[in-house]
């Protein structure tokens, strides 16, 4: 079915590529929480070398994909559904601004563009090259969830209260796990 001008095939075309990536990106999410790391831990070590890559390999080049391609139409609809009126040019529509200024609309808009870029630099720049690293052998499975939990560790903040990151003699933070080097964030 073809709409009436090409400004809303477009449009309509856009849209759609854009939501179909954004449930495999999405999806991919949920069952890289809910199925391959339960299952991870469930392998033994040879299993985990042969089985786990090769699961994890299709599925991240799916989350990957998916994540870039829905990341890249978002702005390209924020455009001509904002920016751009048919017949008048661009420039901010109805859409975007209001006699009371920015609408609500566009505003949590704007606010899941900020969400999906934070969570698109999260995909491709520490989720696969930790991956990248643990399947190269250049750190352990260990060091590997430690680097993807990292994102994660605001419970420590939320369940201990205020104080509870101290810097210890270093300046490394004293309460958390593991070997992680947090000399980079000086002291708190």
């Not at 999906?116 to 991956?131: S, T």
């Amino acid at each position: 079915m073809l709409l009436s001008d090409i400004y809303s095939n477009i449009n309509f075309l856009f849209r759609w590529v854009h939501v179909i990536t954004g449930i495999i990106w999405l999806g991919h999410l949920y069952v890289f929480n809910f199925v391959t790391i339960p299952l991870r831990r469930a392998l033994d070590d040879t299993e985990r070398r042969t089985t786990y890559p090769k699961l994890m390999l299709r599925s991240l080049w799916w989350s990957r994909w998916g994540a870039m391609i829905a990341f890249l139409t978002g702005p390209v609809l924020f455009v001509m559904n904002y920016l751009y009126a048919p017949g008048a040019g661009f420039g901010p529509t109805a859409l975007l601004i209001d006699q009371q200024g920015i609408t609500a609309r566009a505003a949590w808009i704007l606010f899941g563009m900020i969400l999906a870029g934070v969570m698109w630099f999260n995909v491709w720049f520490i989720v696969w090259p930790a991956f990248k690293s643990e399947m190269t052998g250049k750190i352990s499975s260990e060091k590997h969830l430690q680097v993807l939990r990292l994102p994660f560790r605001t419970d420590v903040v939320r369940d201990a209260g205020p104080g509870a990151l101290r810097s210890d003699q270093s300046g490394n933070l004293a309460d958390c796990p593991g070997d992680w080097d947090f000399s980079h964030l000086g002291r708190h």
